[in-house]
């Protein structure tokens, strides 16, 4: 429901960007790079005003919640995405750590300003100890509220931080007129006392000040209007943040040097983590200060809260999505806020602030992560407007393209090579993240991941064409009669926009054949691809004619389907009359059930997906309406039978099964097993369109094949083991020979993906 207008998407961007950075990390900009800093922030500023640029357009093309997650599912693989969703995680937990740390430091400074006594008594260690325990707290807590009660809100909150700043700004440029603009600006002399090299640390230091404009566009779909109020609101929060932070910097490194220092480096150096509430005070006196540390601890708290919570939304989307385990996506029955991921998020953030030693590097590290997501936001708006050639009607365009995501990149780029190099310790807390993750995934994350992603794509056709994937198919056929039939299969599996049919003749001849046997084979497979290309170019498919000749056509398939790199091949498969093939081998699986069978030869050697369709002359998948599918396991077609169910989907169904047989002896343990995971499958392939029924029988092909009858298709999976005998010999004699309806049947080469013992459903 959209229920977000300009001010508040404004708001959501200035409550997330002001306050918390610059109280923290201010004093350590000045201390890298001395007035100098005000450079670096207004540098960092263009850079995220480009950013936003990217943003803007993306979120308008795409005005759905997520971000950049969002966008990496769009415009790259779901392992893409799984990446740039783990690293949006990490750089939310690790701004979480930074405003954790920052409002303790804030906390400690109020304590020692009330209590000298006792913080001299806690002078050292155990001072750091009370540091890290204020920081576990209070996330802990924001952690446990965020479970119970909504994230919302906030206007009146920016207000006060916005009248906070105002003040501080106001008395100081006040300050700076009263005392003259020669003497009160004095200390801006030399501007870049650290040389330009200081500059681009402060940049990279402080560059996540600037993070939060993105926060919009993760809640596009929430925003009224979205393509006309998500780029306004984008650059009215960035607007807001330079006119806060420059003139602030101003006047705390000018009229707030403190009398016991000789230069704004000096004191930023000593006092990194107070600066601003020292500098306030030089020239608002006791009230500046506590000004400062009632405004930075409230500021902090509130970045915290905004951090935890988008750290745990991209968990939970993760979770929905299969990139993360699902239990991340139980939700508190009450509040309806997810629980185990903002957990997940507050345990991580946890240990990262035992890890981290200081704010600077918590910050360093936290800068990295943005530059990196936000680098590859810019390829991403580059790689959509390339894809699709333009920008969607009604979608904000960014101007000077590709300049902007060029740039933009460019500048992402340079600061993060810096920050590697400035800071190893951030270089290493992202490689060890990294490597996690890709342990995780690998290790049993991707299966489920990539099944729901291949249903999605199945469905979204403009899907493969953002990714900049053709999924091509070829299809060898020969009689006139079944080819509109392969074609409306054909042209689902190889969508509108992104796919490729290529119809495939084969003309069976020797070196001895003349010329009239050769022009009179290939009359006869006229009509069967004249047929077929009528048919697939209603479903609006590129299609390709290909006419080879070969004494071998078995051979002939497998050598155009290598040639041609196609991702299926579809075979038509005749009545099971226990005949050999027909001579051309392209259209017939009579006779599976011999060991010797050609058919298990050719899917023993084609290196690419295989489906085969048996079916009556008159079938049409546009046509099919009810669907079952019998299951017993994880195996490893499970990619393409997502995709095929993504496909039927797309083009209409009314119900879909999936069915397991259990023997009669089976005992409750395993019903319950076979139970939960159909409940997967139809979650994770269907994406929870479907039903699952647990049912027994002795012999369940025949209970499948009685099941069939209730069905308008029925959807096989079968496995090519790597070497030996197939299995698929006798399975499709039985199946061809009693199944009272179509039958499409996949597969998917050995060795390419999927896990566990395979099996026949």
């Known amino acids: 429901m959209r229920t977000l207008g300009f001010v508040q998407a404004t708001g959501i961007g200035v409550a997330a960007i002001v306050g918390g950075g610059i109280f923290v990390l201010g004093g350590v900009a000045v201390a890298e790079a001395g007035t100098g800093a005000i450079l670096a922030f207004a540098l960092n500023g263009v850079i995220a005003l480009l950013t936003a640029a990217a943003f803007a357009e993306l979120a308008t093309t795409f005005p759905e919640n997520g971000g950049q997650y969002v966008y990496a599912r769009r415009t790259w693989s779901v392992r893409a995405a799984f990446g740039v969703g783990w690293l949006m995680t990490f750089a939310h937990v690790v701004a979480a750590v930074l405003y954790a740390l920052g409002f303790a430091e804030y906390a400690v400074a109020a304590v020692e300003a009330l209590l000298p006594a006792v913080t001299d008594a806690l002078a050292g260690r155990p001072l750091r100890v009370l540091t890290l325990v204020l920081a576990l707290g209070a ?32 008395a100081g440029l006040a300050v700076i007129v009263q005392r003259g603009p020669a003497e009160a600006l004095a200390p801006l002399s030399p501007f870049l006392d650290q040389g330009w090299m200081g500059i681009v640390a402060a940049m990279g230091f402080t560059f996540i000040t600037f993070q939060g404009f993105e926060l919009i566009a993760g809640v596009a779909g929430e925003v009224k209007a979205p393509r006309r109020t998500i780029p306004r609101a984008m650059f009215a929060s960035l607007g807001v943040t330079l006119a806060v932070y420059l003139p602030l910097l101003l006047v705390v490194t000018t009229v707030g040097l403190a009398p016991a220092f000789d230069a704004p480096t000096a004191m930023a150096a000593a006092i990194p983590e107070t600066f601003f509430a020292v500098a306030a005070s030089s020239y608002l006196g006791a009230f500046g200060f506590w000004l400062v540390i009632v405004a930075a601890i409230l500021s902090t708290l509130t970045a915290l809260r905004a951090n935890l919570m988008a750290a745990s939304r991209v968990t939970l989307a993760m979770a929905r999505h299969r990139t993360l385990p699902r239990g991340l996506e139980r939700l508190d029955p009450e509040s309806r806020q997810p629980v185990t991921a903002t957990w997940f998020v507050v345990a991580t953030g946890g240990l990262l602030i035992l890890i981290v030693p200081d704010l600077a590097a918590a910050g360093a590290a936290a800068s990295l992560i943005f530059l990196l997501t936000f680098g590859i936001t810019h390829l991403s708006s580059w790689q959509v407007r390339r894809r699709i050639g333009g920008v969607v009607d009604g979608a904000w365009r960014a101007p000077l393209f590709p300049a902007v995501p060029a740039l933009g990149l460019l500048f992402c780029g340079g600061l993060v090579a810096f920050q590697l190099l400035n800071v190893p310790l951030a270089g290493v807390l992202l490689l060890v993240w990294l490597g996690v993750g890709a342990l995780l995934y690998s290790s049993f ?8 992603d291949a249903a999605v794509a199945g469905e979204d056709p403009l899907l493969g064409r953002l990714r900049g994937r053709q999924t ?10 079944r080819a509109g039939g392969l074609a409306s299969v054909a042209a689902a599996l190889a969508p509108p926009l992104s796919g490729r049919v290529l119809l495939h003749q084969v003309v069976v001849a020797d070196a001895r054949a003349d010329a009239e046997t050769v022009r009179h084979r290939m009359s006869e497979g006229s009509q069967a691809l004249s047929n077929a290309l009528v048919r697939i170019r209603e479903d609006g498919v590129e299609s390709e004619l290909l006419l080879t000749v070969a004494d071998a056509p078995w051979d002939e398939i497998v050598r155009v389907a290598r040639e041609q790199e196609v991702d299926s091949v579809l075979l038509g498969l005749g009545p099971a009359t226990g005949a050999a093939a027909d001579e051309d081998g392209s259209d017939q699986a009579a006779g599976a059930g011999r060991p010797d069978h050609p058919l298990d030869q050719l899917l023993a050697r084609l290196p690419c997906d295989v489906a085969l369709l048996h079916a009556e002359h008159a079938f049409d998948l546009d046509r099919v309406r009810r669907v079952l599918i019998p299951l017993s396991g994880y195996n490893d077609h499970a990619r393409l039978r997502a995709r095929v169910i993504g496909s039927l989907a797309r083009k209409g169904l009314d119900a879909l099964t999936f069915l397991h047989v259990l023997s009669p002896e089976a005992d409750a343990r395993a019903e319950a097993r076979a139970r939960r995971a159909l409940r997967t499958f139809v979650a994770d392939e269907a994406r929870g369109a479907g039903t699952a029924e647990v049912c027994r029988a002795s012999d369940p092909i025949a209970e499948v094949v009685r099941r069939a009858g209730e069905h308008d298709l029925l959807v096989l999976g079968i496995t090519r083991p790597r070497g030996g005998r197939s299995r698929i010999g006798a399975l499709l004699a039985r199946m061809v020979r009693e199944s009272p309806g179509p039958i499409l049947i996949i597969s998917h080469p050995p060795g390419s993906g999927g896990r566990g013992r395979a099996r026949p459903f």
């Open 139 to 170: 996330s802990t807590i924001y952690g446990w509220r965020l479970t119970k009660v909504s994230a919302g809100g906030g206007q009146l909150e920016n207000v006060g931080k916005l009248a906070v700043f105002g003040v501080l700004i106001a």
């Open 445 to 452: 994350l991707s299966r489920r991941a990539e099944a729901l």
């Open 472 to 481: 091509s198919v070829l299809v060898p056929v020969a009689h006139p009669a």
